[in-house]
């Protein structure tokens, strides 16, 4: 499928920036809607399918699966001592990658931190600048919001509610199950809605027990909710079914793309309609606008290799950059109309970031799996998901909004946990006896949004295409660090009430960042004073500029992002289709 050139005579109907979950779902409505879209990714168009080698044995890989020795990932320790930008102390490694980009199989699509520096408070920038972005390694948990969520300033007193409640978005939860496929387990939870599901994996024996030792304390442990095609789909030629191979733990990362990824699911069957034209290699420096009627007219861009500059014409912009790069696109994009960024009148551009606090887990023995014969627990694209129970019926003293558990059990290509020593033959035999007794869970809570955690531009640092790096004012405040705390003794309260020997229990708290679930900064709103974007992602100021990645979130939830990215912007890709027919825009 050759990318086609773009006319910069032309005015597209739509440019979209940025090919990730975002950019791939607006290209799949917009071009679905008849509309003539140009879609320009900063990074390379990768051959995905080399890089990922799902099927590779670590034993046939020269590193065996780790980074080659020119390169280094940041470490947790490393992010602690280390400031921003990241590459002093690490002068010897000629590629520095973040702590994601650890193995052989992802070195090419999370980016060189020297190239995209940033500076400020610390934080695990997770970046991957090719086409699909994060979602070619994404981890593929695939899970609704509520209105627990959507209105929870209602229940708690704190922040915004969201402009929209369940019931605008559940018919957009439904068209992106159906369109990309999600496997799980109905469970009726009123705070975490059912998807609709193809074919569910299988919890294990251990697994099990903890959802029946949790029904009793009345918490819930559901099969994880996996953003994968486990019955494949009949309308999509560029994807398998699962066939449950395992590499999913090795960072995601599908070669059969049975696990959901921008191109394969959105972006070449948007280029199948004949109505979109794709640009790799182009990275957007400024959104710019027509000084007389004060909207966008299109993006100047530069080719990431050649250097050179461009400007291209459209009737509408849509920011999909990923929350933090559109955050910086849009201060970047200053001019006399829009002295302090693009679609800033409020202010809160940058602001009210939040995501989700990372850390405390737990690892234990089950004793009755131990001896037994190995069997293929990572064949299956994930493990068990132990639901948010804080903050529903009952208001803890301590903290308000909840947290989950991502945790998975049994046995594994590299045995995990097995809390053996000794070495030669008996250690041999110790860790098969131990590997598969092995389950550990690690908790994912809502960081809140606050208007002093926020981004902005360096004024003196500059990325290797010579643009302003972004500047990290961002903090876990006092409720995030409350409920870690709580996390830690829930874990445990958990695990011993099903009877597991307890071998680690973790109440470390990891970088800020480590999630790689940012949000919220240019937030929907009703109030153009206090918030940047309407409910349809729409710039209050610029309303042909829309922004449809996870900036738009009003709040984190504990509940992973990206069903909810693209759900939202399908309904507003649906919204801005209408809107352009009308002549609105
Ligand atoms: C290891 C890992 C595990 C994860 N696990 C989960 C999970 O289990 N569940 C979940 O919901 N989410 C998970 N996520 C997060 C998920 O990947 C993101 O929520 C999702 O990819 C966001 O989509 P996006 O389109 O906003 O951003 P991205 O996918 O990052 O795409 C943005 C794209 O924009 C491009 N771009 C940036 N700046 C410019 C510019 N100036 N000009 C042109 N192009 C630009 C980038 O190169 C990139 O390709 C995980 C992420 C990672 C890395
Ligand atoms: S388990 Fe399924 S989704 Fe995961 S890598 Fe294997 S085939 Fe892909």
Same mark, same amino acid.
């Given at each position: 499928?050759?990318?086609?050139?773009?006319?910069?005579?032309?005015?597209?109907?739509?440019?979209?920036?940025?090919?990730?979950?975002?950019?791939?779902?607006?290209? %799949?409505?917009?071009?679905?809607?008849?509309?003539?879209?140009?879609?320009?990714?900063?990074?390379?168009?990768?051959?995905?399918?080399?890089?990922?080698?799902?099927?590779?044995?670590?034993?046939?890989?020269?590193?065996? &699966?780790?980074?080659?020795?020119?390169?280094?990932?940041?470490?947790?320790?490393?992010?602690?001592?280390?400031?921003?930008?990241?590459?002093?102390?690490?002068?010897?490694?000629? %590629?520095?990658?973040?702590?994601?980009?650890?193995?052989?199989?992802?070195?090419?699509?999370? #980016?060189?931190?020297?190239?995209?520096?940033?500076?400020?408070?610390?934080?695990?920038?997770?970046?991957?600048?090719?086409?699909?972005?994060?979602?070619?390694?994404?981890?593929?948990?695939? /899970?609704?919001?509520?209105?627990?969520?959507?209105?929870?300033?209602?229940?708690?007193?704190?922040?915004?509610?969201?402009?929209?409640?369940?019931?605008?978005?559940?018919?957009?939860?439904?068209? #992106?199950?159906?369109?990309?496929?999600?496997?799980?387990?109905?469970?009726?939870?009123?705070?975490? +809605?059912?998807?609709?599901?193809?074919?569910?994996?299988? /919890?294990?024996?251990?697994?099990?027990? /903890?959802?029946?030792?949790?029904?009793?304390?009345?918490?819930?442990?559901?099969?994880?909710?996996?953003?994968?095609?486990?019955?494949?789909?009949?309308?999509?030629?560029?994807?398998?079914?699962?066939?449950?191979?395992?590499?999913?733990?090795?960072?995601?990362?599908?070669?059969?793309?049975?696990?959901?990824?921008?191109?394969?699911?959105?972006?070449?069957?948007?280029?199948?309609?004949?109505?979109?034209?794709?640009?790799?290699?182009?990275?957007?420096?400024?959104?710019?606008?027509?000084?007389?009627?004060?909207?966008?007219?299109? #993006?100047?861009?530069?080719?990431?290799?050649?250097?050179?500059?461009?400007?291209?014409?459209?009737?509408?912009?849509?920011?999909?950059?990923?929350?933090?790069?559109?955050?910086?696109?849009?201060?970047?994009?200053?001019?006399?109309?829009? +002295?302090?960024?693009?679609?800033?009148?409020?202010?809160?551009?940058?602001?009210?970031?939040?995501?989700?606090?990372?850390?405390?887990?737990?690892?234990?023995?089950?004793?009755?799996?131990?001896?037994?014969?190995?069997?293929?627990?990572?064949?299956?694209?994930?493990?068990?998901?132990?639901?948010?129970?804080?903050?529903?019926?009952?208001? %803890?003293?301590?903290?308000?909004?909840?947290?989950?558990?991502? &945790?998975?059990?049994?046995?594994?290509?590299? +045995?995990?946990?097995?809390?053996?020593?000794?070495?030669?033959?008996?250690?041999?035999?110790?860790?098969?006896?131990?590997?598969?007794?092995?389950?550990?869970?690690?908790?994912?809570?809502?960081?809140?949004?606050?208007?002093?955690?926020?981004?902005?531009?360096?004024?003196?640092?500059?990325?290797?295409?010579?643009?302003?790096?972004?500047?990290?004012?961002?903090?876990?405040?006092?409720?995030?660090?409350?409920?870690?705390?709580?996390?830690?003794?829930?874990?445990?309260?958990?695990?011993?009430?099903?009877?597991?020997?307890?071998?680690?229990?973790?109440?470390?708290?990891?970088?800020?960042?480590?999630?790689?679930?940012? /949000?919220?900064?240019?937030?929907?709103?009703?109030?153009?004073?206090?918030? #940047?974007?309407?409910?349809?992602?729409?710039?209050?100021?610029?309303?042909?500029?829309?922004?449809?990645?996870?900036?738009?979130?009003?709040?984190?939830?504990?509940?992973?992002?990206?069903?909810?990215?693209?759900?939202?912007?399908?309904?507003?890709?649906?919204?801005?289709?209408?809107?352009?027919?009308?002549?609105?825009?």
């Amino acid at each position: 499928m050759p990318d086609l050139e773009v006319n910069l005579a032309k005015t597209y109907d739509a440019v979209i920036i940025g090919s990730g979950a975002a950019g791939g779902m607006a290209a %799949h409505v917009l071009t679905t809607h008849g509309l003539q879209v140009l879609m320009l990714e900063a990074g390379k168009k990768l051959p995905i399918e080399q890089e990922l080698r799902s099927m590779e044995w670590p034993y046939d890989n020269a590193n065996r &699966g780790a980074l080659p020795p020119d390169s280094h990932s940041l470490s947790f320790n490393e992010y602690t001592i280390r400031k921003p930008p990241y590459g002093a102390g690490f002068e010897k490694a000629k %590629h520095l990658k973040s702590y994601i980009g650890d193995s052989d199989y992802v070195k090419n699509i999370v #980016v060189d931190e020297r190239e995209n520096p940033f500076t400020g408070t610390n934080y695990a920038w997770v970046r991957a600048r090719c086409l699909g972005g994060k979602t070619n390694i994404w981890g593929r948990l695939a /899970l609704r919001l509520s209105d627990y969520d959507f209105k929870a300033k209602d229940r708690d007193g704190y922040g915004e509610n969201w402009p929209i409640s369940y019931s605008d978005i559940q018919p957009y939860y439904d068209k #992106v199950d159906l369109y990309l496929g999600i496997t799980g387990v109905k469970e009726n939870l009123p705070y975490l +809605p059912d998807s609709i599901f193809q074919r569910p994996t299988k /919890l294990n024996c251990a697994e099990l027990t /903890l959802k029946q030792s949790l029904q009793k304390m009345g918490r819930v442990a559901t099969q994880y909710r996996a953003g994968v095609t486990s019955d494949g789909l009949k309308h999509n030629k560029y994807r398998s079914r699962c066939y449950g191979r395992g590499a999913c733990e090795r960072k995601g990362g599908c070669d059969i793309h049975a696990a959901f990824d921008s191109p394969t699911g959105l972006i070449y069957p948007a280029q199948d309609t004949g109505n979109l034209t794709l640009r790799t290699n182009s990275t957007v420096r400024e959104i710019t606008v027509d000084p007389n009627t004060g909207k966008a007219s299109g #993006v100047h861009f530069t080719d990431s290799q050649t250097m050179k500059d461009y400007h291209v014409k459209a009737k509408v912009v849509v920011v999909a950059a990923s929350t933090l790069e559109s955050a910086r696109l849009l201060l970047l994009s200053k001019s006399r109309l829009y +002295p302090n960024g693009l679609a800033n009148s409020s202010g809160h551009v940058g602001h009210n970031f939040c995501e989700h606090v990372m850390g405390p887990g737990i690892a234990d023995k089950v004793k009755e799996m131990v001896g037994k014969p190995p069997t293929l627990d990572d064949g299956r694209p994930g493990g068990f998901y132990l639901t948010r129970f804080r903050n529903l019926a009952e208001k %803890h003293p301590k903290f308000i909004r909840g947290y989950g558990f991502e &945790g998975s059990s049994g046995s594994a290509m590299f +045995p995990r946990g097995a809390d053996v020593h000794g070495f030669g033959v008996s250690f041999k035999e110790e860790v098969r006896k131990n590997q598969g007794a092995y389950i550990g869970m690690g908790a994912f809570g809502e960081v809140l949004s606050r208007y002093e955690n926020f981004v902005d531009l360096d004024p003196a640092v500059k990325d290797k295409w010579g643009i302003p790096a972004l500047r990290f004012h961002y903090k876990f405040g006092d409720n995030e660090h409350r409920m870690a705390e709580d996390m830690k003794e829930t874990a445990q309260e958990m695990f011993e009430a099903a009877g597991f020997e307890i071998m680690y229990v973790s109440d470390r708290v990891l970088t800020e960042g480590w999630s790689i679930h940012e /949000l919220g900064t240019a937030r929907m709103g009703n109030d153009p004073k206090t918030s #940047v974007l309407n409910q349809f992602e729409q710039s209050h100021d610029v309303k042909n500029l829309f922004v449809v990645d996870g900036s738009a979130f009003v709040n984190a939830s504990c509940q992973n992002p990206t069903w909810t990215i693209m759900s939202l912007c399908w309904r507003s890709c649906d919204y801005l289709a209408d809107e352009l027919k009308k002549g609105n825009l």
